[in-house]
């Protein structure tokens, strides 16, 4: 399969430099906490440009660390967003491209899993002598199939809930938090916690007081907010004032819930004094949603750009990301470094002093942190399709792609349908396609979807539209 890149030479020399030395100065493998919200959009947030739902810590974090303005989730939508990030492998080649597969089997669509010959972000830091933690959403197995879970991909403990298919029965159980599989599971109780992020943190503390200390450690707290099917949290009193719709109330409530949250966590990691050689993350797995009767552009979740959760324009994609990591990741920081989700697993590679792996398809994000120049890849391409689990079957599988390829954005909603092509730099909105007068352009993002992307029995449609 056929890769392009215009990295020059020698400023790949350049940023291997900076980031071996950057890596040598490190004494003590770093802790990585990573935060990642679910459907949270590029604009709600204070620190991008979000003007009524309040995020102190978050906006806190940025002014301490580095806030990235050209980052991208791994996907659209959750699965297969989730797959890019757990493996740094991209959407076209990702095991997981959809929330659910076509079984031709079966003929229905069901949950795919990651594959397990893709080591994940936590086996690897595992096998190099991290301590794992899980708490969340994980949305990356079978729900019949224990070792798909989280506990049994690389997380010493994992409390996720697990809302699927079960023994052929659908059993929606997001009240229950599953411990390392089934056993010593817990309840949430909404009557006991503002919400359920509140619930999952206290859970993590809990579990870092029992950590080793002389051991670094990984801990992946996968929140739920703002998550649109989460219809109930406990506090029902915040932002009732303002005279929101009731849906709109609890969905600023469930950011500001979170932020709280995470201002929590980093408080007691302080207190811990584990936050001085900690590298925290914090992003969302795709754009904004529009679900359970939430309205995307209420809060301006997307601020003008085109598009929400399931779609390729840059508002289902674009998200925010904030990396805080003290001592080394210089404050007040921003930067246009066009990345990924792929970029993750060879930066943590790269702080737990490891070759990236060749199957990753990003770019270590140290140099970056060091204040380093680092050029960003010639592109980056998605491919997802919509699951049929609840949709009527449709002739090309809900097909997208798009790439972005410096200022270039190019997007394509079946696999037989002409490429819009936009220029960001002009057309930030995605409002006018001008594909008619950049036909070179158009055909090397063609040849992008058609070369650079793999096969895969689960999502049939990248190729040949189907029958069914």
């Not at 309040?54 to 806030?67: E, F, H, Q, S, V």
């Not at 394509?412 to 730099?425: C, K, M, Q, T």
């Not at 063609?446 to 029958?467: C, K, L, M, T």
């Amino acid at each position: 399969m056929r890769y392009i890149f215009f990295i020059l030479s020698a400023l790949i020399l350049t940023a291997c430099n900076a980031q071996t030395k950057e890596i040598s100065d490190i004494t003590t493998m770093p802790n990585v906490v990573f935060l990642l919200a679910d459907d949270l959009g590029y604009g709600e947030l204070g620190c991008y440009g979000q003007k009524k739902i309040k995020t102190p810590n978050l906006d806190a974090l940025a002014k301490k660390g580095m806030r990235f303005t050209n980052f991208y989730a791994g996907n659209a939508v959750c699965s297969p967003s989730r797959a890019v990030l757990m493996t740094g492998k991209k959407a076209s080649h990702n095991t997981i491209r959809g929330n659910s597969g076509y079984s031709s089997a079966d003929d229905r669509w069901l949950r795919v899993s990651l594959n397990k010959n893709d080591k994940t972000i936590a086996e690897v830091l595992k096998d190099k002598g991290y301590q794992t933690a899980f708490f969340g959403k994980w949305h990356l197995g079978n729900a019949d199939d224990l070792s798909t879970w989280a506990y049994a991909r690389g997380f010493d403990y994992a409390a996720q809930e697990q809302w699927a298919m079960r023994n052929g029965q659908k059993s929606f159980t997001q009240d229950m938090e599953y411990i390392n599989g089934l056993q010593d599971s817990l309840f949430y109780d909404y009557k006991q916690w503002e919400s359920k992020d509140q619930f999952r943190t206290s859970m993590a503390i809990k579990q870092l007081k029992k950590m080793k200390k002389d051991q670094p450690f990984f801990l992946f707290m996968s929140y739920r907010a703002p998550h649109g099917h989460e219809r109930i949290i406990g506090n029902t009193t915040m932002y009732k004032d303002e005279g929101w719709p009731e849906v709109e109330r609890m969905h600023a409530a469930k950011i500001t819930l979170l932020d709280r949250e995470v201002g929590r966590l980093l408080k007691e990691l302080e207190q811990m004094k584990k936050l001085d050689n900690t590298l925290v993350i914090f992003t969302s797995d795709n754009g904004p949603h529009h679900e359970c009767g939430h309205n995307a552009r209420f809060f301006d979740s997307n601020g003008i750009l085109k598009g929400a959760k399931r779609d390729l324009y840059e508002g289902g994609i674009r998200v925010p990301m904030i990396a805080y990591w003290k001592n080394n990741i210089k404050e007040n920081t921003e930067t246009d470094y066009v990345g990924g989700f792929q970029d993750f697993m060879p930066t943590f590679q790269a702080l737990a002093k490891m070759e990236t792996a060749p199957t990753t398809h990003g770019l270590s994000l140290l140099p970056l942190f060091a204040n380093e120049q680092l050029a960003s890849q010639e592109y980056l391409n998605w491919e997802m399709q919509l699951d049929g689990a609840w949709r009527p079957k449709m002739l090309d599988g809900g097909f997208r792609q798009a790439v972005r390829m410096g200022e270039w954005k190019g997007v394509r909603y079946g696999v037989e349908s002409p490429i819009a092509l936009f220029n960001l730099d002009e057309d930030i909105e995605e409002k006018n396609d001008v594909s008619q007068d950049h036909i070179d352009i158009v055909k090397k993002m063609e040849a992008i979807f058609q070369q650079d992307r793999s096969d895969h029995e689960n999502f049939p449609y990248g190729g040949v539209i189907q029958d069914k």
